[in-house]
């Protein structure tokens, strides 16, 4: 299973020096690939029967493939073989009696806590309840082997003494806790809309409860994984071309094994502070009983801003530093999600700071996407469906700009933005419970066929169901009724009932669904990604 990521990774690398290995025995990668997890297939019941660790280690790779290369329904089947198995291993007990053999007992260590990470992400993205029992789900302490162990010429280089190989997973770990707990909380209150005062109150002590942790988290993280003082491709490439270290040492791989996982730590980290914020801009109480929340306006603001900040995080991520990792997919479907959300900014705020660092984020992920499409299909499907969206977004954008019912609203806000920069005035609020606006991994849930998928926030990213497609003339009749609602729906700033945010909502569903649509399909097969 192992080679066959591995080929998954290098087999759009030209300079693969394994490409003239397998030509001379008339072998390609992606042929080779396709065998090896064919034949991992076929003997994947019998692996399950004889419930060794492999048992969990397979299912959660096969898994792990499954969720960026081929179908979802098999990622989440997959992936709930290796939580039995992990428990018919008593791998949640492993830290009362460990293995006398500590390489033996670190492994199964490392695969519960990979099945923690695999249950948490995969409930975080289907929308669905997570496997583990809480009881059950706590992290193992993990240390250093050899396989991990930083070169001690880059520890003595990076001045951190409490930098070791394993920094990064147990950071890691920490991150998903955080975003398990947000889970279970947002479960527990089973969110509809429109909410009571009283479970809007609910989720605002909560999702400040969360940010909390998540501001702790951010807080304790070393100075190489910060992201203005940490390390990234541009210190690689200096030391590289001072002589300092040189490509193919064990010193490169490491420094390069570290950029990577930075990255890859800002993007987890910007992804949960989208899931965490994304339902104070989701769920809506009803207009008579907005004056009872009126008081947590404030956080909702806050929400939104960090909703933007993050996709913009997320956007300014190279995704070709990625290129030929398995990573990539992971950095890729958040540029998918990170650029929905920026293409929400300039229709809701049209023409002020904030529109315009939106669309320039977009550019990035849009023209990184583009350079990446031939050799990822989640590029490709997100580049052709980001462009759209944007087009929609610049059109809708000119209207409400041009809006003359409300220029003391537009003059408000610029006033505001040049003060505090803050962000849009407004927070975007789902149409009904059949919205999502953010995909924190991108990945998702099949229908019966292709066509039945649409978003339900209630749940989680995608849902089976029914996309309605609204001629252009029901939209224009939609934005033609807030023209002459003036300014009405502002009665609650934050919290509207905004007809100008339903109308690119509509696309943005759309672009939703046929991002999902295109992952449920044979490689081979090319969708038809149409967004009005």
Known sequence: MMAALGLQCVMHDTEWEGHLLLASSSL?????????????????????DECSLESVQVPLLLGTYYIYYGSPVLAWNMLGFAVRAAYAL????????????QVQSQIRLRTWNHVIVADTFTAMIYGRPTSLDTAFSGFQELIELDDIRLPSTISNTLHDPHLTGVTFHILKYRLYEII???????????????????????????????????????????????????????????????????????????YKTLILQAQSLRVTYDSAVIFINRPLLEYKVSPETREAVAEHVPVVRASLDSCLNAAL???????????????????????????????????????????????????????TSRRLQVQSQIAQHA????????????????????????????A?????????????????????????????????????????????????HFATGTTAANPEDCERAAFSS???????????????????????????????????????????????????
Request: glycine fraction near 6%.
């Open 90 to 101: 008593a791998l949640h007990c492993e830290s009362a009696a460990p293995l006398p053999d």
């Open 28 to 48: 390609q990668a992606i042929r080779l690939r396709d065998g090896l997890i064919a034949e991992v297939r076929m003997h994947l019941l019998k692996l399950m």
């Open 412 to 460: 408000d806000n610029e006033r505001r933005e040049s003060v505090t920069h803050a962000s849009p005035p407004y927070s975007p609020q789902p149409h009904s419970d059949t919205r999502n606006h953010q995909e924190p991994h991108g990945s998702f849930v099949p229908g019966e066929t292709p066509n039945e998928l649409t978003l339900n926030p209630s749940l989680g």
């Open 180 to 254: 398990r707990t947000g889970l279970n909380l947002f479960r527990l209150m089973n969110l509809q809309n429109p909410v009571t005062p009283e479970v809007f109150c609910r989720l605002v002590e909560a999702i400040l409860q969360i940010r909390a942790s998540l501001e702790s988290w951010k807080a304790d993280l070393p100075n190489i994984f910060e992201r203005n003082t940490g390390i990234d491709e541009t210190v690689l490439l200096s030391m590289t071309k001072n002589g300092h270290i040189r490509p193919g040492t064990a010193e490169y791989q490491a």
């Open 313 to 367: 995080s997320i956007s300014r991520i190279s995704a070709e530093c990625h290129q030929n990792e398995f990573s990539v997919s992971f950095i890729l479907m958040n540029y998918f999600s990170a650029g929905v959300i920026l293409c929400l900014i300039p229709t809701i705020r049209p023409f002020s700071t904030a529109a315009s660092e939106a669309k320039t984020g977009l550019l990035r992920i849009i023209r």
């Open 383 to 410: 580049e052709q469906l980001l462009t759209r969206l944007l087009k929609r977004s610049h059109e809708l954008e000119l209207n409400n700009g041009l809006d003359g019912a409300n220029t003391c609203e537009l």
């Open 482 to 532: 807030s023209l002459r609602a003036g300014g009405s729906y502002e009665a609650m700033p934050y919290i509207p009932e905004n007809d100008r945010y339903y109308v690119m909502d509509h696309h943005v569903d759309e672009a939703l669904g046929s991002f999902g649509q295109s992952q449920l399909v044979p490689n081979h097969l090319e969708p038809n990604l149409e967004v009005s």
